[in-house]
């Protein structure tokens, strides 16, 4: 890493840092990057080359995390919400179900004493919401002898295309 570098990657993790203590006040890209000495565009850039998601992605991030704690704790949704700086009840459960893979409801009701056994550093490590969206896309199917399921190939006729499968 050049000097240049090392320059950009303390500015990110300034930034990262006020998401980190900051992440219940209305927080949006260009205040980000002014922390981070960048314009809005090049930050988001940088941002995501270093971190491997945006900058609002690792603020909902970070909101669902604390989110999950005060859940955990018997706090209500909507307070829950509140408390770590969302302002629409329907935006912060979508986003909470897309991130956890279940309504915030639920995660509440769910028994966690597993959690509070567990040394905070190491409940934190173990109930970190990742992003493991699973595809919407289906790969294409073919089948052997380069047809499509469910018609025969290009240029063949059904007969050929039974003896081929046969």
Avoid: W
Wanted: with cysteine; glycine share 8%; hydrophobic share 35%.
């Amino acid at each position: 890493m050049d000097p240049q570098d090392l320059a950009n990657l303390a500015h990110l993790r300034r930034a990262r840092d006020l998401i980190d203590r900051e992440y219940a006040r209305p927080l949006d890209v260009p205040t980000m990057a002014r922390h981070a000495h960048m314009s809005p565009a090049h930050f988001s850039r940088q941002f995501r080359a270093t971190y491997g998601e945006t900058p609002y992605s690792y603020l909902m991030t970070r909101r669902i995390e604390r989110a999950m704690a005060l859940l955990r704790g018997g706090t209500s949704v909507t307070e829950a919400c509140m408390t770590v700086g969302c302002t629409s009840l329907g935006s912060f459960s979508s986003r909470f179900t897309e991130v956890v893979g279940e309504t915030p409801s639920a995660y509440r009701g769910r028994e966690h004493s597993a959690v509070t056994a567990m040394p905070a550093c190491v409940a934190k490590l173990h109930t970190r919401p990742t992003r493991t969206a699973p595809s919407r896309i289906e790969p294409a199917r073919t089948i052997p002898g380069g047809g499509a399921p469910g018609g025969s190939a290009p240029g063949r006729s059904e007969e050929a295309a039974g003896r081929a499968a046969a």
